[in-house]
């Protein structure tokens, strides 16, 4: 029951997800963080299965450190990207996931990703049961100028729906946002 979303504002990216782990129809813990961190400047974001989620963002970070340090010089979020993409394709690992980023002289970018490697550059992106009531509250919603207020409004907004709507939707959530200062937690819900 993974559920994650991500908005792409004016000049920062916000994601959410939720905090449970479960197995089937077994809650094993409420404090899980799903945002991982990549560098100081982005984020994956994943759903799937414990062990392909946590191995795999291992090696995808592992080896963008190894290409950062043997080339002197950081990948963007949009190369950490295709990468990835480039690797699940090779693996077909059972992992949903977004890319969040903020390069400088880009500026911030969202990439969605399924478990089969499909890759698309998105505003707002999601996955999960949580996502089909998320997503047209942020269709909505969203626009090029948004800020950061209106970001976390939109968050709110679609977990209060997938609460209301979902019979079995998740307890917490985490919402976090990558800009130009880096990562920080915007608030937990």
């Known amino acids: ?7 792409k504002g004016k000049d920062f990216v916000m994601v959410c997800c939720d905090t449970s782990a479960v197995n089937s129809i077994i809650t094993i813990k409420q404090d899980e963080d799903k945002i991982i961190p990549i560098d100081d ?10 062990g392909d989620r946590v191995n795999f963002t291992e090696f995808i970070i592992a ?6 340090l ?3 010089m950081k990948l963007s979020t949009k190369a950490v990207a295709n990468y ?4 699940l394709a090779t693996a077909l690992r059972k992992c949903n996931l977004l890319v969040a980023g903020y390069d400088e002289g880009v500026g911030p970018s969202l990439y ?12 707002t992106g999601g996955t999960g049961y949580g996502a089909m009531f998320t997503m047209s509250i942020f269709d909505k919603m969203w626009h090029p100028e948004l800020t950061q207020d209106q970001a976390v409004a939109m968050m709110d907004a679609g977990i209060e729906e997938v609460k209301r709507r979902l019979v079995v939707a998740p307890a917490h ?7 130009k ?5 915007v608030k937990t819900v």
């Open 112 to 123: 969605w990703m399924d478990y089969l490697a499909t890759l698309s550059k998105v505003n």
């Open 181 to 185: 200062d880096g990562i920080r937690t």
């Open 41 to 50: 400047h982005k984020v994956f974001c994943l759903s799937g299965e414990a």
């Open 1 to 7: 029951m993974d559920f994650f979303v991500g908005i």
């Open 173 to 179: 959530y985490i919402i976090k946002v990558v800009d």
């Open 63 to 68: 080896n963008t450190k190894l290409y950062s």
């Open 84 to 87: 990835t993409r480039g690797e």
């Open 70 to 72: 043997t080339n002197s």
